[in-house]
């Protein structure tokens, strides 16, 4: 370590061959770390995980309840219309999470991920309680609005998972995202089937009289709360990745193209490499993310994608629980439960075992597109396994609630890989949060988008075309439809496949150009 002569206001620079680390950045000894260790940063991984948990658990927590929730506000005296009121309230999270999203992530980059990571925590722990204390249609739906419009987590943890880890290990960091997100899509429903209404599951534990009764609703989640208090902890303890470099040198972030040489020999050229290393870094700052067509095509194709996701989980729970007359399964909410349960298990076990082997084989790309493909012919056959009775019916149901969300992961976290490739490290929160926010929209839409066309199908039972659930599925497939088409060039550049390279460029590393190359036909 040395310092400069020309420059004693700066800290001093630590020297590796390729790189300028500042003392007292928390990003810059990171980095210096990861350089170190060739293992998986698996306390950094557990954290992304748990706070992608605790965000997905108050998502979907309401979906085996939300029917008989808004029931019980009487907003309708008509069984038809309670899906569409229930797509509603379903939608007002993702209403505020699309107003605000883009705020968040660009706050995720002015002052760090923790901050914004820490103020979600708190907004969960708060608001999701107030949302179990609901009691009318619009407090409920005042206070989803409110959780959604204070919740910047996703599109910040996204770029932290890929900062605290090596490059070779940024498939591993966003499948624990998108894992983690698939298992709490998954357990929140069961924590909101098995908890909800206690008095009528569990009359020897919760009286008929008391609390409980008032508030059929609160017992999932102030589970949730709960289990958030601990990351907010957490969230205090971790690295923060953003570059903060003291003394004037905030907006000098790690960049490993800067030589780093002896100072003491070489100062004019150390100088002069520090200079252009500030020169690119203002250049990135300044590049705008609307711009650059690789981060927003994968935004776009992801946003379909979001809808489709959304509309399922939604259309799913409501379709279980609905009666076999409306060509429903008839289940009870603990039944629904237990079938996501399940499912998030064996997703677990899929994600930690598969993905990442699959997505260094084929490329995000690849694993995206296929999996997309392999759900279509999946959902078309719904409508016929509510044809199924008993023990046939629940096996049936049990592993193609499995295969679909396991698609539906693959699919989510190959889009993820596709947007960090894409954008570069001063733009990645930002261009994840504008990912969330159109994600929010489109999630938004989702709901409300579903809750109808689910009471649609049900009043078209008698149909000749496409008859009650058929057609259901068949809309929900046209989108999975256009998602792939999507996926092809010109409209996905297959230089989204690989990582940008450490130079910036677009194409990639250089392995990717030398393919692009050998796809050229000679003249």
Not at 343 to 355: A, E, N, P, V
Not at 433 to 449: D, V
Request: charge should be neutral; aromatic fraction near 12%; glycine fraction near 6%.
């Amino acid at each position: 370590m040395a310092n400069t002569s020309n420059n004693t206001e700066h800290e001093p620079l630590l020297k590796r061959a390729n790189a300028v680390y500042f003392e007292g950045c928390e990003a810059c000894q990171l980095e210096r770390r990861k350089e170190q260790q060739r293992s998986y940063p698996l306390r950094e991984f557990f954290f992304v995980g748990m706070v992608v948990l605790v965000n997905a658990l108050p998502i979907s927590s309401l979906f085996p309840f939300l029917y008989f929730m808004v029931r019980d506000f009487h907003v309708t005296n008509r069984s038809e219309d309670i899906a569409t009121y229930a797509g509603i309230l379903g939608s007002s999270f993702m209403v505020g999470r699309f107003l605000f999203s883009v705020i968040w992530g660009v706050a995720a980059d002015r002052y760090g991920r923790k901050p914004v990571i820490i103020i979600g925590a708190i907004s969960i722990i708060v608001l999701n309680t107030l949302f179990g204390l609901s009691v009318n249609y619009w407090m409920a739906i005042s206070t989803r609005f409110l959780l959604g419009t204070f919740n910047g987590l996703i599109g910040t943890i996204k770029a932290y998972a890929t900062e605290v880890s090596r490059e070779e290990h940024h498939a591993a960091g966003l499948s624990i995202v998108t894992t983690t997100w698939g298992i709490g899509l998954i357990i929140g429903p069961a924590i909101g089937g098995f908890l909800a209404q206690p008095t009528q599951k569990y009359p020897y534990i919760f009286s008929t009289d008391s609390f409980w009764e008032r508030f059929p609703y609160f017992l999932p989640c102030v589970v949730i709360s709960t289990f958030a208090i601990p990351v907010l902890v957490l969230s205090f303890l971790l690295p923060e990745t953003l570059h903060k470099h003291p003394h004037g040198q905030e907006e000098e972030k790690y960049d490993p193209n800067v030589i780093s040489i002896d100072i003491e020999k070489e100062e004019p050229q150390n100088e002069k490499a520090c200079m252009e290393g500030k020169k690119k870094g203002k250049m990135s700052t300044l590049k705008s993310i609307i711009n650059n067509w690789p981060v927003m095509s994968t935004i776009i194709i992801n946003c379909i994608y979001s809808l489709h996701d959304i509309a399922y989980s939604e259309i799913f729970s409501l379709w279980a629980v609905s009666p076999k007359r409306l060509g429903g399964l008839s289940f009870t909410t603990s039944q629904v439960g237990e079938i996501l349960a399940i499912s998030g298990f064996g997703l677990l076990i899929f994600q930690l075992t598969t993905f990442s082997p699959l997505a260094k084989l084929f490329g995000p790309i690849h694993v995206t597109r296929m999996s997309a493909l392999i759900s279509i012919p999946l959902l078309s056959a719904y409508p016929f396994i509510a044809l199924l009775r008993d023990q046939a019916l629940w096996i049936i149901i049990n592993c193609a609630s499995l295969l679909k969300n396991i698609l539906s992961v693959m699919t989510i976290t190959g889009t993820f890989l596709l947007l960090n490739n894409a954008a570069p490290q001063d733009q990645r929160a930002a261009a994840n949060g504008l990912q969330m926010s159109g994600m929010s929209f489109f999630k938004a839409i989702g709901p409300a988008a579903a809750g109808v066309l689910f009471s649609w199908g049900q009043k078209r039972q008698n149909s000749d075309f496409l008859p009650g659930f058929h057609m259901v599925c068949f809309i929900l497939n046209i989108i999975v439809i256009i998602f792939t088409i999507m996926t092809f060039d010109p409209i996905l550049p297959r230089s989204t496949n690989k990582p940008l390279a450490k130079d910036g460029n677009d194409l990639g590393s250089e392995k990717q150009r030398q393919i692009e190359q050998e796809d050229v036909p000679a003249s």
